[in-house]
């Protein structure tokens, strides 16, 4: 009796409780910052200023500093959750504190519908100083909650205390004239702990096949493979993308006949076709496929196009993949951020025909990888080397846009550029493959 009282008192009462004290019927932020170019510049630069650091980290421990203002905080939260629809951020900064508060909206349920994360940080020139973080109405001092990011960084990441390493790695967080200053110093032989902890993760991947299954992944890797020696050795002409799409996803309706699930096929032949024809650098999320075989099986990437173009094929297989990989929120919203870089001066502008390759990619992963569309996907297998079917036009879709143009038409909130996508994905919906029912 006790011990199925202790039962119900672990396994159903406590995570009631939790979650009744976690779960809010209001969300406490409702909309995130406006998001723009300066924002998409700003984070680029900190992530390369960070990839500098850590391979500088092999050699030598130094000391760095990131200088953000409020808006540009804020403008890389909206940038970050632009693919997350349900989620939203933001930050105020004060000489008093750095207060930060996100929502994330759930499924309706009986105790609410929204989670509430705030978080306080107090200025301070001496280390990270967290007054508290709560979920809910659940509240945990500042270094509890220290403590606890340090115990789990500790177990999972190799060295000595490593956890502990990077939270005292943090100098001082200050504000002035609005700016929020973090003083940190880079941890000797960062590089090689992140190495080691990507390491790890690949081992989980190999383990659980999280993706898809590595073996049925090279499968269809080495029938691209196979296909690209006979077709590259006869043509010296560009070559569309779709023929490859359509030999990929017969090879997938002949499996599928065998008894194989079809989207389960769909996915190891798009994860296929982004190594092969994206970047080797996807396999590094699959495990399919060894060093010898990508350099036995290497397409000459520039003859095979989607509209004539190899840029359009990239950003078609990048935003299928992503969305393999991610969900397409997110896939779109990285394609988004890329264009918005292209904007700046010496990028190649904002485009249009570009985003569209990007809604294409998504769109066509999102059928192969629906139960209904999968199978739908594999009757089609044999047209899909006719690009109308599968690609809008790019005709008059505007390309090239300097940032100053972009902006002073309103950015990726404007009419304008409402219009374009609305554009687009009419164009899609009247395609043969997309059209609603399917």
């Known amino acids: 009796m006790w011990g199925l009282l202790i039962a119900i008192l672990l396994f159903v009462v406590i995570p009631l409780v939790v979650l009744f ?15 723009d170019i300066d924002s998409a510049i700003k984070a680029k630069n900190i992530a390369l200023q960070l990839r500098r650091e850590l391979n500088d980290s092999v050699y030598s421990e130094q000391r760095s500093k990131l200088t953000l203002s409020e808006n540009e905080i804020n403008g890389i939260i909206a940038l970050g959750m632009r693919g997350i629809k349900r989620l939203k951020g933001r930050v105020n900064v004060t000489q008093y504190g750095i207060k930060g508060a ?17 978080t306080t940080i107090i200025p301070s020139d001496n280390g990270l100083d967290i007054q508290e973080i709560s979920i809910g109405n659940i509240a945990l001092s500042g270094d509890l909650a220290i403590s606890m990011a340090e115990f789990m960084m500790n177990r999972f990441l190799s060295g000595n205390a490593t956890g502990t390493r990077l939270v005292k790695s943090i100098e001082s967080v200050t504000v002035s004239n609005s700016q929020l200053n973090v ?50 050795a006869r043509s010296e002409n560009k070559i569309s993308l779709g023929r490859y799409l359509s030999v990929t996803y017969s090879f997938a ?50 003859k ?126 009247a395609l043969h493959l997309y059209k609603p029912g399917k």
């Open 183 to 232: 003083s940190y110093h880079v941890i000797h032989d960062l590089r090689h702990i992140v190495d080691d902890a990507k390491g790890r993760v690949k081992h989980v991947r190999d383990e659980l096949a999280l993706l898809s299954d590595p073996i049925v992944v090279k499968l269809y890797y080495l029938r691209l493979c196979d296909y690209h020696g006979q077709i590259a």
């Open 102 to 118: 996100f929502t994330f909206k759930l499924p309706s349920t009986p105790f609410g519908s929204y989670v509430n994360l705030t």
């Open 304 to 429: 095979i196009v989607l509209a004539n173009r190899t840029d359009l094929r990239l950003h078609f297989i990048y935003s299928a993949v992503l969305k393999v990989i991610t969900d397409s929120g997110v896939s779109f919203a990285i394609g988004e951020f890329k264009e918005m870089l292209d904007s700046q001066a010496g990028g190649s502008g904002f485009s249009f025909a570009d985003l569209a390759a990007d809604l294409s990619g998504i769109r066509f992963a999102e059928l192969a990888l629906n139960s209904k569309g999968a199978v739908y996907l594999q009757k089609q297998a044999a047209i899909l080397n006719q690009q109308e079917t599968f690609f809008p036009s790019i005709e008059s879709l505007p390309e090239r846009i300097s940032q100053h143009s972009f902006e002073s038409l309103g950015g990726i909130e404007s009419k304008y550029y409402k219009k374009h996508l609305a554009i687009i994905n009419a164009r899609l919906d």
């Open 253 to 302: 309706e002949k499996r599928s006949l065998t008894g194989k699930n079809p989207v389960d096929e769909n996915k190891a032949g798009l994860l296929a076709l982004a190594i092969f024809l994206g970047s080797t650098n996807f396999n590094s999320v699959v495990g399919a496929v060894d060093k010898e075989t990508q350099l036995r099986c290497q397409p000459y990437g520039k």
């Open 21 to 35: 004290n976690t779960i809010d019927s209001y969300p406490l932020v409702v909309k995130t910052e406006h998001v």
